[in-house]
């Protein structure tokens, strides 16, 4: 594929970031509400400026190893949120997804993680994708088995974040069983 990928969905668009998101980004990734739930703690300016950086500059390597992608909505370039899918193992990808706490419960991660599944297994040809997901995490569960991702167990002492070891509970979806078009 070539760069800049943009992927129009129901509620969402996905594009490639740019150093004119670090702002909305911030508000993503600074915001407890958000991370508690996130593999990693708040963050701040510096390293939402990193992050960005390092999206922008993956999304340019060839052959790529991640898609990681801007939400918008249909009428506003604004950041509401991010996804990714990182590639890991053969045809496989894992699937991480965060929305602004003000943008909650309107469906846009669940539109953003359908649309962004959707196009890796039909425009990537990928075989499977995970989603590791915090146990107390009850909207991310709900919307992977929304989309049809089968759990499969729970990863012990997964994650340090917010000063404490973390269990995944771990979520997949095969190729063929994608039904979410």
């Given at each position: 594929?070539t760069?800049?990928?943009?992927?129009?969905?129901q509620?969402?668009v996905?594009?490639?970031?740019?150093?004119e998101d670090?702002?909305?980004?911030?508000?993503i990734?600074?915001?407890d509400k958000?991370?508690t739930?996130?593999?990693?703690?708040?963050?701040g300016?510096?390293e939402a400026?990193a992050m960005?950086r390092?999206?922008?500059e993956?999304?340019q390597l060839e052959?790529?190893?991640?898609?990681?992608?801007?939400v918008?909505?249909?009428?506003?370039?604004?950041?509401?949120?991010f996804v990714?899918?990182g590639?890991a193992g053969?045809?496989?990808?894992?699937?991480?997804?965060?929305?602004?706490?003000g943008e909650?419960g309107?469906g846009?991660?669940?539109?953003?993680?359908?649309?962004?599944v959707?196009?890796?297994f039909q425009?990537?040809?990928?075989?499977?994708v995970?989603?590791?997901?915090?146990?107390?995490?009850t909207a991310?569960?709900?919307?992977a088995?929304?989309?049809g991702?089968?759990?499969e167990?729970?990863?012990?002492?997964?994650?340090?974040?917010?000063g404490?070891w973390?269990?995944s509970?771990?979520y997949?979806?095969?190729?063929?069983e994608?039904?979410?078009q």
């Amino acid at each position: 594929m070539t760069y800049p990928i943009r992927i129009v969905g129901q509620k969402t668009v996905l594009r490639e970031f740019t150093q004119e998101d670090v702002d909305d980004v911030l508000g993503i990734i600074g915001d407890d509400k958000v991370t508690t739930w996130l593999s990693f703690d708040s963050r701040g300016r510096d390293e939402a400026i990193a992050m960005v950086r390092g999206a922008v500059e993956r999304a340019q390597l060839e052959p790529r190893t991640e898609y990681y992608m801007a939400v918008t909505k249909h009428d506003d370039d604004r950041v509401i949120g991010f996804v990714r899918i990182g590639f890991a193992g053969v045809e496989a990808g894992k699937l991480g997804c965060a929305t602004a706490a003000g943008e909650w419960g309107r469906g846009y991660a669940t539109d953003a993680a359908r649309t962004l599944v959707t196009y890796t297994f039909q425009e990537l040809g990928l075989h499977r994708v995970s989603a590791a997901i915090g146990p107390e995490n009850t909207a991310s569960i709900a919307m992977a088995e929304k989309l049809g991702f089968a759990r499969e167990g729970v990863l012990r002492d997964h994650v340090f974040t917010n000063g404490a070891w973390r269990d995944s509970v771990l979520y997949s979806v095969l190729a063929h069983e994608w039904t979410h078009q």
